[in-house]
């Protein structure tokens, strides 16, 4: 069995249907929703076997904070009802944010330490923001997934966090693409001394 398809096996299936078999709404299904989304297992335990997860890169910690200030935004549905321009209390979740990962990059770099960045692995970054925000629980970022704050515009925080590294993968797959065309441009350059004559 690949890995992929025993990473979908840890995936909860929904037990209950969304109508009765007279077609009448099942009353059971949104508390069987509710907890099936509850126990599929976050980023960082999901994909931890999965390699362009794991592998760990260099990645500077403001590229996470930028990614999340870009997802805490670009996540509200404008649709809803009353929906925010972005959530509440964006700057100081931000500044939270990067007050906490910045240390734990500087302890993670060897080489130097006053460098914000560090070779960390998607998963890495899932988890840390996990543990910072929502294992945590930090008020001011648990509020944007409830109606009170947020109203019909609530986030999913777990898929925000999802986001997030989502994007870091994105950038990462497009230096891989850049570096590897430049590599090949540049073994066809003519002023690559590897393909001068050496009577030249």
């Given at each position: 069995?690949?890995?992929?398809?025993?990473?979908?096996?840890?995936?909860?299936?929904?037990?209950?249907?969304?109508?009765?078999?007279?077609?009448?709404?099942?009353?059971?299904?949104?508390?069987?929703?509710?907890?099936m989304l509850n126990s599929i297992p976050e980023t960082y335990e999901?994909?931890?076997?999965?390699?362009?997860?794991?592998?760990?890169?260099?990645?500077?910690?403001?590229?996470?904070?930028?990614?999340?200030?870009?997802?805490?935004?670009?996540?509200?549905?404008?649709?809803?009802?009353?929906?925010?321009?972005?959530?509440?209390?964006?700057?100081?979740?931000?500044?939270?944010?990067?007050?906490?990962?910045?240390?734990?990059?500087?302890?993670?770099?060897?080489?130097?330490?006053?460098?914000?960045?560090?070779?960390?692995?998607?998963?890495?970054?899932?988890?840390?923001?996990?543990?910072?925000?929502?294992?945590?629980?930090?008020?001011?970022?648990?509020?944007w997934n409830t109606e009170e704050t947020m109203g019909d515009a609530?986030?999913?925080?777990?898929?925000?966090?999802?986001?997030?590294?989502?994007?870091?993968?994105?950038?990462?797959?497009?230096?891989?693409?850049?570096?590897?065309?430049?590599?090949?441009?540049?073994?066809?350059n003519p002023n690559n001394p590897e393909n001068q004559d050496d009577?030249?």
């Amino acid at each position: 069995m690949s890995e992929q398809s025993e990473m979908f096996d840890d995936i909860p299936m929904l037990s209950e249907s969304m109508l009765t078999e007279d077609g009448f709404e099942n009353p059971n299904f949104m508390p069987a929703l509710e907890a099936m989304l509850n126990s599929i297992p976050e980023t960082y335990e999901r994909l931890a076997n999965d390699p362009e997860w794991n592998t760990k890169r260099w990645t500077n910690y403001r590229e996470v904070v930028g990614a999340l200030a870009q997802w805490s935004i670009q996540n509200i549905n404008d649709e809803a009802k009353d929906a925010p321009f972005f959530p509440p209390n964006l700057e100081k979740v931000l500044g939270y944010v990067a007050a906490c990962l910045k240390p734990q990059f500087q302890k993670l770099n060897t080489c130097d330490p006053l460098l914000g960045c560090a070779e960390v692995s998607l998963c890495d970054i899932n988890r840390m923001l996990h543990e910072i925000l929502t294992i945590e629980e930090f008020k001011l970022f648990m509020e944007w997934n409830t109606e009170e704050t947020m109203g019909d515009a609530w986030l999913d925080l777990s898929a925000l966090l999802h986001n997030v590294c989502l994007t870091i993968r994105a950038d990462r797959r497009e230096f891989d693409r850049f570096d590897k065309q430049f590599k090949e441009d540049w073994a066809k350059n003519p002023n690559n001394p590897e393909n001068q004559d050496d009577n030249d």
